[in-house]
């Protein structure tokens, strides 16, 4: 992990992402960049400087911005850590994948106000970059005060092409010093004999060397119910996941499943793309 990228509107939950993005970059030695996406409903970019007075509602608007992200800047560097701002104008998520990419950001940490709606950037935002983006997205919700990861949940069908996904989950986890539980949730159109279950799990096994390693297969009338009851049982600290564009439990989890978790578990919710 070496850069990380948190997308805020300073919103409550937003600022929460920011902290446990700074908690991270410190254990991970890893660049962080906070970027900040402004609606000004006028073509601020082009629009010339004469015209600026024209809006000062606006104006005042980019300077809190400007303050904010400086401020977390700020926080950043005295932690001893290399960071860096972005402020946006104007852009919608395809500009997010954009900048992904252009940056080359290997982890992401964003906040969900979860079952209290959808909101502002980071609402209207976080299920689409958790489906599209190519690096691991961490979501978390406003009322987690710091990121401790003791136990962390791995939830798949456990194909071969899942271990790509997996490696960045199990580093994720040593980084943060966390037992990992493999799970296989078995429901009525999708079930397997445990032994089978638990065959398909010993192989991701071998990935997670340094660190603790239970393989679980749990019943459930379908997989969110499933995921969710297990990680509640556990005292789950980290729900993670696999993610592709088809839905499916069989091949891997679908994205609706994981958008759902992300809105309704109080769990942050580690998502990682086949694609990445």
């Known amino acids: 992990m070496k850069k990380i990228l948190v997308p805020t ?6 600022r929460t992402a920011e902290r446990i993005g700074l908690e991270i970059a410190e254990k991970a030695k890893a660049e962080i960049h906070f970027m900040h996406i402004m609606a000004t409903g006028v073509d601020w970019v082009k629009l010339p400087l004469e015209k600026e007075d024209l809006y000062p509602e606006i104006r ?13 800047q700020a926080k950043a560097e005295k932690l001893g850590l290399q960071a860096d701002t972005l402020l946006l104008f104007d852009k919608g ?10 940056n080359k950001y290997d982890f992401i940490v ?21 489906r599209h983006s190519k690096a691991p997205v ?24 899942v271990q790509g996904p997996f490696r960045k989950i199990a580093e994720f986890a040593n980084l943060m010093g966390a037992d990992i539980h493999l799970l296989y949730i078995n ?20 990935e997670c060397p340094n660190i603790g390693c239970t393989l679980n297969v749990f019943d459930a009338f379908n997989e969110e119910r499933g ?18 564009g088809k839905s499916g439990f069989m091949k891997m989890i679908s994205p609706s499943i994981t958008e759902h978790l992300v809105n309704h578990s109080g769990i942050p919710v580690l998502s990682v793309n086949l694609n990445s």
């Open 9 to 14: 509107d300073f919103s409550d939950c937003a």
């Open 60 to 72: 005042a608007q980019i300077a809190h911005a400007k303050s904010d992200l400086n401020a977390l």
């Open 93 to 102: 998520r395809s500009e997010i994948d954009r900048q992904i990419a252009e």
């Open 110 to 130: 964003m906040g969900s106000h979860g079952t209290s709606g959808i909101k502002d950037f980071i609402g209207s935002n976080t299920q689409k970059v958790v």
């Open 138 to 161: 961490l979501v978390v919700k406003e009322d987690i005060q710091k990121l401790v990861v003791k136990n962390l949940v791995f939830a798949s069908s456990f194909e071969e092409d």
């Open 187 to 206: 429901t009525p159109f999708g079930f397997k004999e445990t032994d089978v279950a638990l065959a398909l799990m010993e192989a991701f096994k071998a």
């Open 227 to 244: 995921i969710q009851k297990f990680a509640e049982s556990m005292s789950t600290d980290v729900i993670a996941l696999a993610t592709h």
